[in-house]
Every structure is written in C-alpha cells, then in structure tokens.
C-alpha cells in the first residue's frame, strides 16, 4: 500500500510565491523590516512569511546576528531557485497585464478566411505586434466543430448552421451571386430561370455553409438544378467557371476583384437576391482573454464590409 504521506505523487507543495518573494527581499535587505519595505507589506507579515516559509521546509534559511539576518548554508542553496521561481511567476503574470505573444487561435470558413480575415488580421498586427493570431480556414461545419471542441477561440463562419454549445452573434451581411466566364453564351443578357435550369452548375461540397444557401436558392427558384461540379473552395470554382461553360454560386466579396479583373462576370438573373448573415460563434463555457475580447472589438468595428 501506497503511504500518501510520504510519496511524491501525493504530495501537496507547502511553499508560497509570497514566501519566497519574502525571503529574496529578506536576502537583500538584511531584515524583514528592510524586506517589507521593499515588497510593500508589513513587518508583521513578512516575518510570519518568512517563518512559515522555514517551518515548510524543516531548516533555517539565515543565521541570527543580532537585528540582522544573514543567508546561511541552506538559504544560499535555496536563493537562485527562489529567484528563478519569483521570476517566472511575475512573466506569467505579465502575460494578462499587458499584450503579449501567447497566439489567439481562430478559425474561419473560407469566404470570411480568404476574402475578409486577411486585411483585418493584417491590421491587427501592425496595430498589435506582440498579438499573433493564427488562422485556421476550413467549411463551416469544420470551423462549427473546432469552436465546439474548443480547438479554436473564435470562429467566423457565414450559413445558419450552429451547435448546442455555441453562441452565435451577428458580424456583417453577405450575398451570393451567379458567376459565368466572360465569353458563357448567356453573359450579354438577363438569363431566364429555364436557362439556369438547363445550365451546369460549379458548386461547393456539403458543409459548406455557401452550399447550403446555394441549394436553398436554386431548388427554391428552379425546376432542376444540374451540378457538374463539387468542388471544396471558392478559388478552384472560379478557375473552372472561368475556363467552361458551367455557372458558379459564390460570395460576392469572393468574386469582386475577379469580376473587376475581367476574369469573371457576375451573370444578371431574374432570381431574388440571395443575401445571408455572416456570424462570430464561441463556445458557451469559454472565458475570453483580453486579447480575444480585444481582437472582436476589432472585426466588429469593421463588418460594414
């Protein structure tokens, strides 16, 4: 049987940080009354410290002289890991005081993570620099679920799709658009809905939370929608749309400066607009550091996109 007295694994640690922060100032003062000048305390409680601090350990840590203390054998073996521990102590507690280099993880669905995040994580570091973000870009379902898992701190994604242990909150507003190669046969008018509905269409995979407002859009306005392609990000749409005669549904701000290029154009239909809600999402029982709370405060003040 295992003595939890005596064993290490069952031992509970019987120093303080303001122990020893007492004996380093007791050490470079000669008393605890020059120590609790130094650490802003009491006479009374830096010499209850420093005895508690001796009485944890068994031994005494200075030899008597008089009114002054003066580091012993055992007080100068104990003086650098003293020093060491008070000073890894008041780094960690410098993390929380100021701005520091512990990165924010986030985690963004790849319109709002190709098209959005980038200027403002931009800014932020050259407004931050010592606040490093880092970026994870997948589908919704895959942001939904990083956030859920708490892999990520925050996460950015456009669909309504959600989980029971998210919060959700509105960032900015979005609106999907038919997109065709300059030369596509309908380009030069306004195409019909039995045009779309004999058209191929270039889409995104399921989980995408573009596909799922793609499919609610066209099954809701066409007889049939014929799907050519299945393709898991908005650049590889616009490569094959721009190179076929296939039609794609994408953001518009995934489009604008292909569309301003030449390489695409945005096809006018006579199909209602599709517009959509962009969305922060965080998990229920996390506590949001100054940085993340920081970093929000950042992307709302620019979701007038």
């Known amino acids: 049987m295992i003595d939890k007295t005596t064993h290490p694994a069952y031992q509970r640690l019987r120093l303080s940080l303001r122990q020893l ?77 100021h701005e520091h280099a512990a990165p924010l993880r986030v985690a963004a669905s790849f319109t709002i993570g190709e098209y959005l995040l980038p200027r403002l994580v931009s800014r932020w570091t050259q407004l931050h620099p010592k606040s490093k973000i880092h970026l994870r870009i997948g589908n919704t379902s895959e942001v939904i679920d990083a956030v859920a898992a708490m892999d990520v701190d925050i996460g950015f994604v456009e669909g309504s799709q959600t989980h029971s242990d998210l919060v959700v909150q509105s960032w900015g507003d979005d609106e999907i658009v038919v997109i065709a190669a300059p030369g596509h046969a309908l380009a030069q008018q306004c195409a019909t809905t039995q045009q779309l509905a004999q058209a191929t269409w270039v889409v995104r995979e399921h989980g995408s939370g573009t596909r799922q407002i793609t499919d609610e859009w066209l099954l809701n306005n066409l007889e049939q929608v014929r799907i050519g392609f299945e393709l898991g990000s908005n650049e590889a749409i616009k490569r094959v749309v721009a190179a076929s005669d296939g039609l794609g549904c994408l953001s518009r701000h995934a489009v604008e400066q292909s569309v301003a290029d030449g390489h695409l154009i945005e096809l006018q239909t006579r199909l209602p607009k599709a517009r959509r809600k962009l969305a922060i999402v965080l ?10 709370t920081d970093f929000l405060a950042h992307c709302r003040a620019a979701a007038a996109f």
């Open 21 to 97: 922060e007492v004996f380093l100032a007791t050490a470079r003062g000669g008393s605890t009354r020059a120590a609790a000048d130094r650490i802003a305390r009491s006479q009374s409680a830096a010499s209850a410290a420093l005895a508690e601090l001796e009485a944890a350990l068994g031994c005494e840590l200075f030899d008597r002289i008089g009114r002054r203390l003066q580091l012993n054998e055992n007080g100068r073996a104990l003086l650098p890991k003293a020093q060491a521990l008070v000073d890894q102590a008041g780094e960690a507690q410098d993390l929380f005081m």
């Open 283 to 292: 998990h229920r029982e996390k506590k949001l550091g100054r940085g993340a």
